[in-house]
């Protein structure tokens, strides 16, 4: 596709649901990362994919986060048991190599809102 | 633990004024971004900055990098309507690893 996807848009869920947040990064991009963006505040780093391996999961809060993205191209991320302190928008972001980003930076998608209730 | 600062964290101007943002990190790092974000909407690149005084220009706005001083400007020339957005800098922490600020929310009044 011409950007980063990722669905839904939005998402409400029951506190103590599990949730899943896909994200379908551009054709042929090998770098993919999760980020979780608080209210007014900047993306914090939750994990980093180059192809099916996830070399970096150090930002996932906890261990109800779970990322996967096994074929190396469209990664989901799942919160069990949702809480509302993961109420956030969710982002992805991927490059079609590392050092591709690492030099002009990385393309975002525009996000999964989650809102648990 | 790098940590990364922007200030001001809110900003209002007159179109036609300029002002700069800034960003200060706490650890050494080789790169800086520059992203912007409108409401509801993605983060879009703005520079990368990869060595101590680089600098990069693209219409009204001009990145600098002090990497000594662990300092980043972002310098908004003669502001028109179209730059509010909130602008975020993002500093690589390790590997790929990006650790980011929190965002100057700017509003340029006609």
């Known amino acids: 596709g011409a950007g980063v996807s990722q669905s839904p848009r939005y998402k409400v869920a029951k506190r103590g649901q599990d949730v899943a947040l896909r994200c379908d990064p551009i054709?042929?991009?090998?770098?993919l990362f999760w980020y979780q963006q608080a209210l007014g505040q900047g993306p914090e780093f939750l994990t980093y994919f180059q192809n099916e391996a996830q070399l970096d999961k150090s930002g996932l809060p906890s261990d109800r986060f779970f990322a996967e993205r096994p074929e190396g191209s469209v990664s989901t991320l799942k919160i069990q048991r949702t809480q509302q302190e993961d109420s956030a928008v969710y982002l992805c972001?991927?490059?079609?190599?590392?050092?591709?980003?690492?030099?002009?930076?990385?393309?975002f998608g525009s996000g999964t809102r989650l809102t648990v209730v | 633990e790098l940590k990364v600062e922007q200030n001001p964290l809110f900003l209002s101007m007159q179109e036609g004024k300029n002002y700069t943002i800034y960003c200060n990190y706490s650890?050494?790092?080789?790169?800086l971004y520059w992203y912007r974000q409108d409401p509801g909407k993605s983060l879009e690149s703005l520079f990368v900055l990869l060595s101590n005084g680089a600098v990069k220009q693209e219409g009204r706005l001009m990145a600098s990098l002090d990497t000594k001083a662990r300092l980043s400007t972002l310098h908004i020339t003669a502001a028109v309507h179209d730059l509010s957005a909130t602008y975020f800098c993002?500093?690589?922490?390790?590997?790929?690893?990006?650790?980011f600020g929190p965002g100057t929310r700017l509003s340029v009044l006609p």
């Open positions: 650890t050494t790092s080789d790169r």
């Open positions: 972001a991927s490059s079609f190599h590392w050092l591709q980003g690492w030099d002009y930076g990385y393309t």
């Open positions: 054709s042929g991009h090998v770098s």
């Open positions: 993002a500093v690589n922490n390790y590997g790929q690893n990006f650790v």
